[in-house]
């Protein structure tokens, strides 16, 4: 069982940065594949990016490509995305996922656990 706690959202303007963070409790954090997804009101839930295990392998969706970094520390147990060039359509609740095998990254039915999500909001 892995528990995850997502913080860092919050209200920023447009071409501004926000780094978001997900902490994990258990010990088997560096065993787990962690993603990012985020949903818009109205919007089914989409992809953002995803890390593997030792930080080797990450993932991005398109439209993040060279905005968005995906990270980890794996003696914190934490995972971070942080946000560059935010425009208004980046806002959306942002949620931390995470799964045990490799593979699928993109799809959120391929994750097992779920953080509560935290509010994204950028104003134009």
């Known amino acids: 069982q892995v528990q995850l706690v997502e913080s860092g959202g919050g209200l920023v303007q447009a071409g501004g940065s926000l780094r978001l963070s997900c902490a994990a409790s258990?010990?088997?954090?560096?065993?787990?594949?962690m993603g990012w997804f985020r949903q818009a009101p109205g919007k089914e839930r989409e992809f953002v990016a995803a890390?593997?295990?030792?930080?080797?392998?990450?993932v991005y969706a398109d439209s993040m490509k060279g905005r968005f970094t995906i990270s980890r520390d794996n003696d914190k147990n934490t995972v971070y995305l942080q946000m560059n060039t935010l425009k208004s359509e980046d806002t959306a609740v942002y949620y931390c996922?995470?799964?045990?095998?490799?593979?699928?990254?993109?799809?959120?039915?391929?994750?097992?656990?779920w953080g509560q999500g935290t509010q994204v909001t950028v104003s134009s």
């Open positions: 996922a995470a799964k045990s095998g490799g593979g699928n990254e993109g799809l959120s039915w391929a994750y097992d656990y």
């Open positions: 258990g010990r088997t954090f560096s065993t787990y594949v």
């Open positions: 890390i593997r295990w030792n930080g080797g392998y990450t």
